[in-house]
T-cell receptor, first 109, second 115 residues
């Protein structure tokens, strides 16, 4: 089993709709969690950190479920510009950063 | 406001040739990483460094060597390039000193083709 797993998608989303997807992790000692966005042929860029209590940044909401060991990302009112691959990143002690394989989201008119 | 800079951005190599990718960061970060990303796949860690003069193997280190002689630079070397090393290479860095230091910053990538 991979340490960090994501549904590769693609998630085909009508413009204006809501889409949500998860990232599961196997290391119960994981400490910090992040969502990164990667556009085609570009470098990943930080979208948002994921806090224990859940957090929101505009149309994006991130949640952490430690009991079930997953994080989630929800995008409301999807825009065409939200089309990208979303990578989850899990940080554990010992300087170990692990990336998920990414979830591809395609927002269509 | 350079951040993380990688050179070269594009390179075509013949099988058996050697080359070095340079990563430079101007943020005084302690930790630096080299990843490769193949089509449809996630990022795989090649080597990393937790400070000047230190290096460690990641998930896929075979065929690569690294050096961190200066804090701001992290070099990735291919001694004898193979077609399986055709990939996009990303360098990244982070400070690691505070809880917010887990944010990782990436360079723009280096596209390498081995023919």
């Amino acid at each position: 089993r991979k340490e960090v797993e994501q549904d590769p998608g693609p998630f085909n989303v009508p413009e204006g709709a809501t889409v949500a997807f998860n990232c599961t992790y196997s290391n119960s000692a994981s400490q910090s969690f992040f969502w990164y966005r990667q556009d085609c042929r570009k470098e990943p860029k930080l979208l948002m950190s994921v806090y224990s209590s859940g957090n929101e940044d505009g149309r994006f909401t991130a949640q952490l479920n430690r009991a079930s060991q997953y994080i989630s990302l929800l995008i409301r009112d999807s825009k065409l510009s939200d089309s990208a691959t979303y990578l989850c990143v899990v940080y554990a002690a010992g300087n170990k950063l692990t990336f998920g394989g990414g979830t591809r989201v395609l927002v269509k008119p | 406001n350079a951040g993380v800079t990688q050179t070269p951005k594009f390179r075509v190599l013949k099988t058996g040739q050697s080359m070095t990718l340079l990563c430079a960061q101007d943020m005084n970060h302690e930790y630096m990483y080299w990843y490769r990303q193949d089509p449809g796949m996630g990022l795989r860690l090649i080597h990393y460094s937790v400070g000047e003069g230190t290096t460690a193997k990641g998930e896929v280190p075979d065929g690569y060597n690294v050096s961190r002689l200066k804090k701001q630079n992290f070099l990735l070397g291919l001694e004898s390039a193979a077609p399986s090393q055709t990939s996009v290479y990303f360098c990244a860095s982070r400070t690691g000193r505070t809880s917010s230091g887990n944010t990782i910053y990436f360079g723009e990538g280096s596209w390498l083709t081995v023919v």
